[in-house]
């Protein structure tokens, strides 16, 4: 069942992609002029306060270029990204931290292993200056509280901790300073299944308390359907659908989420494993196909989509990016 809630979407959005692209020049071989890459391909789409927006897609679809995107470690080479309505250009490296926060796949990896977890959990509000040192430790115990973290561990290190203990850690430094958006990239996907479930009820529990609004980048759609209000595909660094969560798992439109779909592994054993998801293989991102990019591995290709790109259509059912849908946009 999906975390879907009541959003309200006439209020100015709390963050905005407005047709972002990322490019990388990517050097092919020794005798080889370098190329182009399109990691993020002209990316538009708002998110609300409050809301949980899940990014999906197989690898190298473009989705953690995005989320460096939006936390501002990666400037675009095209678009623009905004806060609030203001541009990400206008707003200081230390606001845009103070106002994003991430939460990594690895919390091992993502942890200082010569810090105490109150060391960690306290690094934001020292490098920010927000408070004094009572102040700072009064704060530390009330996020570790807040994120099921026993008082007590408050002096020990990474290695001493369980990994479901760690990626709270993680979310506890994420939400030290209070920030409105938090970026969430595959934070489930390195724990046993019996803590990612602790994991994404505390996530949940969090949104409600604090009122955050969630970017949630994963491959795992069981996940994604339990957690978000609405889902964003990508593909080769396209937007090829979004709308709510419910009407993607129901009735995907664009024929990639069908085939994406179609892949969850179910809990029914008498229902076997799932077919494999694609016929062909994945293109070559340095040189995508023409045309949809999608039509050499699509079903339902036909012989235009391997000439013209489709267009965006937006209508009250969401975005879709296929030919199969040609009349004219709704509702934007």
Do not use: W
């Amino acid at each position: 069942m999906s975390a879907a809630r009541a959003i309200v979407r006439d209020a100015t959005p709390v963050l905005e992609c407005d047709r972002v692209t990322r490019l990388f020049r990517v050097k092919r071989g020794l005798f080889e002029a370098a190329a182009t890459l399109r990691a993020v391909d002209d990316v538009s789409f708002a998110v609300q306060e409050g809301e949980v927006l899940a990014i999906v897609g197989e690898s190298g679809c473009g989705k953690t270029t995005l989320a460096r995107m939006l936390l501002g470690l990666l400037p675009p080479s095209g678009g623009s990204v905004r806060f609030a309505g203001r541009p990400m250009e206008g707003v200081g490296r230390s606001e845009i931290a103070a106002r994003v926060q991430p939460v990594f796949q690895d919390p091992y990896s993502s942890l200082n292993p010569r810090k105490t977890l109150g060391q960690i959990v306290g690094l934001p509000l020292a490098v920010h200056r927000i408070g004094t040192e009572d102040e700072r430790r009064a704060r530390i115990a009330e996020i570790m509280e807040l994120v099921g973290l026993p008082a007590h561990l408050v002096h020990a290190y990474p290695n001493q901790l369980s990994g479901g203990q760690r990626q709270r850690v993680a979310i506890a430094r994420a939400l030290a300073i209070q920030p409105a958006i938090v970026v969430f990239d595959e934070p489930t996907s390195a724990l046993d299944v019996s803590v990612q479930a602790q994991i994404l009820n505390l996530l949940m529990d969090l949104r409600r308390t604090l009122n955050l609004t969630y970017i949630f980048i994963s491959h795992d759609l069981a996940v994604v359907e339990h957690i978000a209000d609405r889902v964003a595909v990508m593909y080769l660094g396209r937007l090829v659908e979004l709308g709510e969560t419910g009407g993607i798992f129901e009735r995907p439109r664009h024929p990639y989420t069908e085939t994406l779909l179609r892949s969850i592994l179910t809990p029914d054993p008498a229902l076997g494993l799932p077919p494999g998801p694609f016929d062909g293989e994945f293109p070559d991102p340095l040189a995508p196909p023409s045309g949809c990019r999608f039509h050499p591995r699509c079903p339902k290709a036909m012989e235009h989509c391997g000439a013209t790109a489709p267009e965006a259509r937006t209508d009250s059912s969401g975005l879709v990016e296929c030919h199969l849908y040609n009349g004219k946009s709704h509702d934007r």
